[in-house]
């Protein structure tokens, strides 16, 4: 079983930043891809960035691109979500998730709520303009 905790959500402005973290405990997820979904206006849980367990494969959705940044630390089972130049569309609570498999480090093609099995319980973002 793997549990993950969100924290460093919050509220600021526009142009503000925020870095989110998620720990996590039980199973290991050194091996694991993590991703981060947000859960928008739409409410909707849509991918926002993930990375391969190399810590160096990452991808972010377009809008976030030169903004958020996902890195993550093994040897602390840790995942971050740097965010600057946040803007007001970016808020939402966003989620902590692993892959469904523990031992798939691959994130390539998983985009979806459907790839991830575990997830944390959400940290509120919230930008005003």
């Known amino acids: 079983q793997v549990h993950l905790v969100e924290t460093g959500g919050g509220s600021v402005q526009a142009g503000g930043s925020l870095r989110l973290s998620c720990a996590s405990s039980g199973s290991s997820v050194s091996r694991t891809c993590m991703g981060w979904f947000r859960q928008g206006q739409n409410n909707e849980r849509a991918w926002v960035a993930r990375?391969?367990?190399?810590?160096?494969?990452?991808r972010t959705i377009a809008s976030a691109k030169g903004r958020f940044t996902i890195s993550r630390d093994n040897a602390k089972n840790t995942v971050s979500l740097q965010m600057n130049s946040l803007m007001p569309e970016d808020t939402g609570i966003y989620f902590c998730?692993?892959?469904?498999?523990?031992?798939?480090?691959?994130?390539?093609?998983?985009?979806?709520?459907?790839?991830?099995?575990?997830w944390g319980q959400g940290t509120q973002v919230t930008v005003s303009s």
């Open positions: 998730a692993a892959a469904e498999s523990l031992d798939d480090g691959s994130c390539s093609g998983k985009t979806t709520v459907r790839e991830f099995a575990y």
């Open positions: 990375i391969d367990s190399d810590g160096v494969t990452t």
